[in-house]
């Protein structure tokens, strides 16, 4: 149990075109989900938290017209980079907290998505 | 708010030995600690947790300890095999809310 699976795994896009990013929780209704950002070799940098049905919030310094959160469901949420530019360029990973169960502290994670603006 | 320090950034041992990562969190109130292995490419996975109103786990080659007086919680990992090299993180959390550690690179030797 608890599988988050993300969609794409990986993407390579134009610079100022948008990309969508899926996260959903496969086999558990998640109450909230988390947004990251990872630099190769460091550690998880959140950049929002989403519920489902209210509008996310975004980390300090995180643009929230640049990374659109919708939290569509209990199973899932979108990100959308809007304009995308190369300093975009990251990999991204979303986590999901069971709405009950299985730990509701416990933070599961997607596999990652590898995003590639040119 | 909560800091999670993280310690060592990188350790190598060999095939069968024991490996020992220590993380220390800042916030009396975190409650939850939980560990992450990341191999290269993917996402976190959860590999053990504890609470905070105990003070060990165990779950075969992995055991972590929780010392609240001193805030500080470690993750035992016995006889290492190749597949245990990974970036591992700790992270505290309160009120649902994680903060990591910046993550230690273990490298086991065959």
């Known amino acids: 149990g608890a599988v988050v699976s993300q969609h794409p795994s990986w993407v390579i896009c134009k610079s100022g075109t948008s990309v969508k990013i899926e996260c959903r929780s496969l086999?558990?209704?998640?109450?909230?989900m988390f947004w990251y950002r990872q630099f190769p070799k460091q550690s998880l940098m959140l950049m929002a938290t989403s519920n489902e049905g209210s509008k996310a919030t975004y980390e300090q310094g995180v643009e929230k017209d640049k990374f659109l959160i919708n939290h569509a469901s209990l199973t899932l949420s979108t990100r959308t980079v809007t304009s995308a530019h190369p300093e975009d360029s990251s990999f991204y990973i979303c986590s999901a907290r069971p709405r009950q169960g299985l730990g509701t502290d416990t933070q599961y994670f997607g596999p990652g998505t590898r995003l590639t603006v040119l | 708010g909560e800091n999670v320090e993280q310690h060592p950034s990188t350790l190598s041992v060999q095939e069968g030995d024991s490996a020992v990562i220590k993380c220390t969190y800042s916030?009396?109130?975190?409650?939850?600690f939980p560990w992450y292995k990341q191999e290269l490419g993917k996402g976190p996975q959860l590999i053990i947790d504890?609470?905070?109103?105990?003070g060990e786990k165990k779950d075969q080659r992995i055991a972590v300890t929780l010392n609240k007086t001193a805030k500080h919680f470690s993750l035992h990992i016995t006889e290492t095999q190749p597949e245990d090299s990974a970036v591992y993180f700790c992270a505290a959390n309160n009120a649902g809310k994680s903060t990591f550690g910046d993550g230690t690179t273990l490298t086991v030797k065959p």
């Open positions: 086999d558990f209704q998640a109450t909230t």
């Open positions: 504890i609470r905070s109103n105990v």
């Open positions: 916030d009396s109130a975190s409650n939850y």
